[in-house]
């Protein structure tokens, strides 16, 4: 396969807890990566190897995957994290890395 | 301090070159695989190119052909020469280090490429 598909954008209420999705062929065999990406700044790794949190990243945010699809978890959703998400895998041939078109995340 | 600092982007013709430059720092360069992502203004992020640490080059399919990358490890520094610009390449470009799941843990600020007659 040679993309990841994302929802355009997801809204959450503040305080409740919200999914984002990530689908590809690529992900049976690829970890996936998922960023968050605020305006006006690099994107920032919030989610290593489908379900680890690197340094720094508050435990409200989770990752999983199985099968096609990796899911990026935010529980207790504060308005500091209304931001871009994106994923991010190899293609199916391992040569390539791919990036989902991303997710716009909206906090009501 | 683990830090990447890009540099070299500009405003340059269609057809023109430009060479873009990232300094790492704070972390054994040598050991990482890098890459070029970039993002044009109100869209997502693009992959643009990778080089392993012995410096085996891949590429996005648009770009193969006009853009080089390559490494100097001594000087801990990566590099992409762009050349036979088009609008569609019009970006901010993003050096970024690889970890081991394929993640990309590290970003530069980025440098902002303009191609515009």
């Known amino acids: 396969s040679s993309e990841l598909t994302q929802d355009p954008a997801v809204s959450v209420a503040l305080g409740q807890t919200v999914r984002i999705t990530c689908q590809g062929d690529?992900?049976?065999?690829?970890?996936a990566g998922w960023y968050q990406q605020k305006p006006g700044q690099a994107p920032l790794l919030v989610i290593f190897?489908?379900?680890n949190r690197p340094s720094g990243i508050p435990d409200r945010f989770s990752g999983s995957s199985s099968g096609n699809t990796a899911s990026l978890t935010i529980s207790g959703t504060q308005a500091e994290d209304e931001a871009d998400y994106y994923c991010?895998?190899?293609?199916?041939?391992?040569?390539?890395?791919?990036f989902g078109r991303g997710t716009k995340l909206i906090v009501l | 301090e683990v830090q990447l600092v890009e540099s070299g982007g500009g405003l340059v013709q269609p057809g023109g070159s430009l060479r873009l430059s990232c300094a790492a720092s704070?972390?054994?360069?040598?050991?990482?695989?890098m890459h070029w992502v970039r993002q044009a203004t109100g869209k997502g992020l693009e992959w643009v190119s990778g080089?392993?640490?012995?410096?085996?080059?891949y590429y996005l399919d648009s770009v193969k052909g006009r853009f080089t990358i390559s490494r100097e490890n001594a000087k801990n520094s990566l590099y992409l020469q762009m050349s036979s610009l088009r609008a569609g390449d019009t970006a901010v470009y993003y050096c970024?280090?690889?970890?081991?799941?394929?993640?990309?843990?590290?970003w530069g600020q980025g440098t902002m490429v303009i191609v515009s007659s």
């Open positions: 080089v392993r640490t012995f410096g085996d080059p």
């Open positions: 690529s992900l049976r065999r690829f970890y």
């Open positions: 190897g489908n379900n």
């Open positions: 991010n895998s190899r293609d199916s041939s391992g040569n390539h890395v791919l």
């Open positions: 970024a280090r690889e970890t081991s799941t394929n993640a990309f843990d590290v």
């Open positions: 704070g972390f054994t360069f040598s050991s990482y695989d």
